[in-house]
């Protein structure tokens, strides 16, 4: 009996022995995306916002996600500029590399070496000076009582790490979070694709590219017809599935493809080209692949090489640098796509620079980076949108909150008919309203489960700056 009951538990450790061996091996792609997510993560707030590693860990990786990733270990490579992420130690294997100019790409095949040679030598931006007014430099002309709106916990929200409102062009209120401020540079996640749509915007200035030009995909191919107005509309009709939480399409393009505008541009079509709207980050990782080949000379899908250092150097050099957003940094992928659905950090007041650079209609310190009217054109609902979105990757109304499903969720707050929102995961968004000459900003960590809006905020602060 006792020899049986011996290699019983034998024979059951040999199953769990090759269990834990198959999942070394062969992790499901749930865990990696897990671990890519939770090195990319890790990586990016360590070498461009200087934050510790494993407080981002905890912080924004662990504590707002998934149950399983309080199992996920970091270890960083300060010498190598590396984040290696597994689950127990050996599950997973994530991997993700900082390169200069770039930021930090996930490495889901492991090239290290490949992925890394995706950057460039960033020029200078000066830093603003803190006794010359925002927003040439940073300091602020303070209104009291909208600075005393941004003191209200209730107002700011859970997890805010920023916020900063800015009328007539000068900053009257600002507000950080405990271990962030001014200089700390903060993940736009989404809001990243209205700085897309600008970057589109540069290229049709230069003459390089048409809101009407199609034919990115082979002649013969029904996708050819999808022309960058629908891909900045999200109308392109390819099939994208941007459910989080589980392997998707958005969870496979970030965290799983090396090249994500190659696995984007392989998505078939699921609808004719502007009858039906689909919130995509793939259509604008797409445009950052049209923009970036428009600049190297050819915007079809196959064309020159456009992850050469001068062109992953546009945005810095021809948009940052002019509105003076010396913290902003748009991350590339392990080819050289700049991933413009997600991935750029900026600090508060960069941010709110971008924003007010929109309300400028694209035009700062008197000169015109965006044609006439492009702005205008971006903010035009998209008619499949059911008024929710415009044309230019910017929202008409903002975050959802509680509001059902069907419903405006800015109608109760009685905002400017006129607001639009870059909005971005986790609680990021700019409200922009022209008629009020008004930008608010706020930005933190509040998974959509706190159902957060920052709608009421807006509301005060439309209402004070109206006294």
């Known amino acids: 009996m006792a020899s049986k009951i011996g290699l019983t538990a034998a024979a059951v450790v040999l199953i769990v022995a090759g269990g834990v061996a198959t999942l070394a091996v062969r ?37 707002p996600g998934h149950p399983a990733l309080k199992y996920l270990k970091v270890s960083v490579d300060q010498q190598r500029k590396t984040v290696r992420a597994q689950f127990f130690g050996f599950i997973g294997d994530g991997m993700a590399v900082y390169r200069p100019g770039t930021g930090c790409a996930a490495v889901p095949d492991g090239d290290v070496a490949l992925a890394s040679r995706y950057q460039f030598k960033p020029i200078p931006i000066w830093a603003p000076s803190p006794n010359v007014p925002w927003p040439t430099g940073a300091l602020a002309e303070t209104n009291p009582a909208v600075q005393a709106l941004l003191e209200q916990d209730a107002l700011a929200g859970p997890g805010m790490r920023g916020m900063a409102v800015i009328h007539r062009g000068r900053l009257i209120a600002q507000r950080y979070g405990a271990g962030f401020s001014a200089a700390t540079p903060l993940l736009g996640w989404s809001m990243t694709k209205t700085v897309t749509a600008a970057l589109v915007g540069m290229q049709v200035a230069d003459g390089k590219l048409s809101l009407q030009r199609s034919g990115f995909w082979p002649q013969d191919d029904p996708r050819a017809r999808i022309t960058v107005a629908q891909l900045m509309s999200m109308t392109s009709g390819l099939r994208y599935n941007e459910a989080y939480g589980d392997v998707s399409d958005v969870t496979r393009m970030l965290y799983l493809e090396p090249d994500m505008a190659a696995f984007t541009a392989a998505q078939p079509a699921e609808a004719a080209p502007g009858s039906k709207w689909n919130y995509s980050s793939g259509s604008t990782v797409l445009l950052s692949r049209i923009w970036q080949r428009a600049a190297a000379g050819d915007a079809a899908v196959q064309g020159p090489d456009a992850t050469s250092a001068g062109i992953l150097a546009l945005p810095h050099n021809r948009l940052f640098a002019p509105l003076g957003m010396n913290s902003a940094v748009m991350e590339a992928d392990a080819r050289g796509n700049l991933v413009g659905s997600s991935y750029m950090y900026a600090s508060t007041l960069d941010w709110a620079r971008f924003g007010q650079f929109l309300l400028q209609d694209g035009e700062w310190q008197g000169k015109h980076i965006l044609p006439d009217g492009f702005v205008d054109g971006m903010r035009e609902v998209a008619p499949a949108s059911n008024g929710q979105y415009g044309q230019g990757q910017v929202w008409r109304c903002g975050p959802a909150g509680d509001t059902p499903e069907g419903q405006n969720p800015d109608a109760r707050f009685q905002l400017p008919a006129d607001t639009y929102w870059m909005q971005g995961h986790d609680g990021q968004s700019i409200a922009i309203v022209p008629s009020q000459q008004l930008v608010v900003v706020r930005l933190g960590l509040t998974p959509r489960r706190l159902l957060y809006q920052p709608q009421p905020l807006l509301a005060a602060v439309v209402n004070s700056v109206q006294q």
């Open 27 to 63: 992790p499901p792609e749930l865990l990696k995306v897990g671990a890519n997510f939770g090195a990319k993560i890790v990586c990016s707030n360590v070498f461009i916002a200087g934050r510790d590693g494993q407080t981002v860990l905890a912080d924004d990786v662990q504590a």
